[in-house]
């Protein structure tokens, strides 16, 4: 198993709008194509409006697979203009398990 782990900077008082494209169009144009949302979380602390996405696939063959379905995919190219005002930086990192921890336990 490995993991995807995304964070996006939302644009201040862009919150909910990013929520509302995510949970209603995004996320199920990713779901439609295998890809699994493990967690997702806001930044409470810290660096605000932050959103931090953990996606898990089985190898790194799934990975690339499904992401190449999903950046094809009209639902998804339809909204990223949008995604793309209202985010500023994103960071995306493929993690591989150590063996040990609650959810990286082989």
């Known amino acids: 198993m490995i993991y995807l782990h995304v964070t996006v900077q939302v644009h201040r008082g862009k919150m909910a709008e990013w929520t509302k494209i995510y949970k ?17 979380w806001k930044t409470s602390v810290g660096i605000y409006d932050e959103v931090t ?19 094809n995919e009209p639902e998804v190219l339809k909204w990223l203009p949008i995604i793309y005002e209202i985010t ?17 336990k082989e």
């Open 24 to 40: 209603d169009h995004l996320l199920p144009a990713m779901e439609k194509h295998g890809q699994r949302l493990v967690a997702a």
């Open 88 to 104: 500023g930086k994103e960071e995306s990192k493929i993690l591989s398990p150590l063996g040990y921890g609650e959810m990286t």
């Open 53 to 71: 996405d953990l996606y898990a696939f089985e190898d790194f063959t799934e990975f690339q697979n499904i992401r190449e379905k999903l950046f």
